[in-house]
Each structure stands twice: as C-alpha cells, then as structure tokens.
C-alpha cells in the first residue's frame, strides 16, 4: 500500500507557474501507474496528466496540454506536476492518484475509479 501526500498549491497570478508534489511513503512510486486530477468547485473530478509505471507513456489531457509536465523522482519517491501559464480555469483542488499497474491503465488513464490510492488534494488558485 502507497501513502500519498501532495503539496505545493497555493495563489498564483494568471500567466505564472507552479509545481506540484506528490510524495510518496509505502511502497516505491515505481510500482505504480500515476496521475493527476483536479477537481473545481461544482464540478467534477478530471483527469491532468498521468505516468506509466516505467515513465514510458505519459499524457495529458487537452486543456494543460503544452502547458504542464509531469515527472518522476525515484530517489525522492516524489511525483511532480510542473505547469505553465496558469490560467484562472486551472483553479481546483489538485490530487494525485496511483494505479497498481493495472493492466488496462494504459486505455483508461482518464478515469479516477481506474486509481487505488488518492492523497488528500493541494488547492490552486489562480487569481486573473
């Protein structure tokens, strides 16, 4: 079993960046497919970005695109959201998500019931 726990959130003004963290404590990050979500008041939960087990197949959805990078340091257990031009729709409660390598991640990375282990979420606002 992974503990997750992300961090880094916090108000940026439209057009800055900011990193995300997710540190992770249990089991090696490695074992695991990962992604990002966030989810805005109102609505629901979306998918950001996601990372293969092996940081092989990485996506993203369309509307960070261009705009953000999801990484991976082994050493420090420690998944990263980097994103860029932040705009004031990327404002949301940031969550990051592991997938016990489940076979099917590489077809549904997109769905949340698709992730095992949720951390507790890092608020972003983004004022315009």
């Known amino acids: 079993q992974v503990q997750l726990i992300e961090s880094g959130g916090g108000l940026v003004q439209a057009g800055g960046s900011m990193r995300l963290s997710c540190a992770a404590s249990?089991?090696?990050?490695?074992?695991?497919?990962m992604g990002w979500f966030r989810q805005a008041p109102g609505k629901e939960r979306e998918f950001v970005a996601g990372?293969?087990?092996?940081?092989?197949?990485?996506y993203y959805a369309d509307s960070v695109k261009g705009r953000s990078t999801i990484s991976r340091d082994k050493a420090k257990n420690t998944l990263y959201l980097q994103m860029d031009r932040l705009e004031p729709e990327d404002t949301a409660v940031y969550y990051c998500a592991a997938d016990f390598r489940r076979s099917s991640w590489s077809t549904r990375y997109y769905l949340s019931n698709v992730y095992d282990y949720w951390g507790q979420g890092t608020q972003v606002t983004v004022s315009s």
């Open positions: 990372m293969s087990w092996s940081a092989d197949r990485i």
């Open positions: 249990g089991r090696p990050l490695s074992s695991y497919d």
